[in-house]
């Protein structure tokens, strides 16, 4: 079993930055491909990015290509989630979780494990 905490998320004006931390507990992430999703009221939970359990490969959604950056920390068993030039549409709950295998992956259901969420608003 794996438990996972997201943290760093907040209110942020648009054009700003935050970072975000997925600290794992239990198994930890040893062997886990983890993802960022998001999700807002009413749609459905859509993938941001992804990253390897050897942190070599980095998968992003086209929405946030350019501006997020996926890394790991796996001696302290985080996953962070760099996100610059924040837009309005970033708005949402992100949630991070751990997949059943070591690769990086934008299947929602390759995904075992997952964080309660943290909240991030971007005001205009």
């Known amino acids: 079993q794996v438990q996972l905490v997201e943290s760093g998320g907040g209110l942020v004006q648009a054009g700003g930055s935050l970072r975000l931390s997925c600290a794992a507990s239990?198994?930890?992430?040893?062997?886990?491909?983890v993802g960022w999703f998001r999700q807002t009221p009413g749609k459905e939970r859509e993938f941001a990015a992804a990253?390897?359990?050897?942190?070599?490969?980095?998968y992003y959604a086209d929405s946030v290509k350019g501006r997020f950056t996926i890394s790991r920390d796996n001696a302290k068993s985080t996953v962070f989630l760099q996100m610059n030039s924040l837009e309005p549409e970033d708005t949402a709950v992100y949630y991070c979780?751990?997949?059943?295998?070591?690769?990086?992956?934008?299947?929602?259901?390759?995904?075992?494990?997952w964080g309660q969420g943290t909240q991030v608003t971007v005001s205009s």
């Open positions: 979780a751990a997949a059943r295998g070591p690769i990086a992956t934008m299947s929602r259901g390759e995904y075992d494990y």
């Open positions: 239990g198994r930890t992430f040893r062997g886990f491909g």
């Open positions: 990253i390897s359990w050897s942190g070599g490969s980095t």
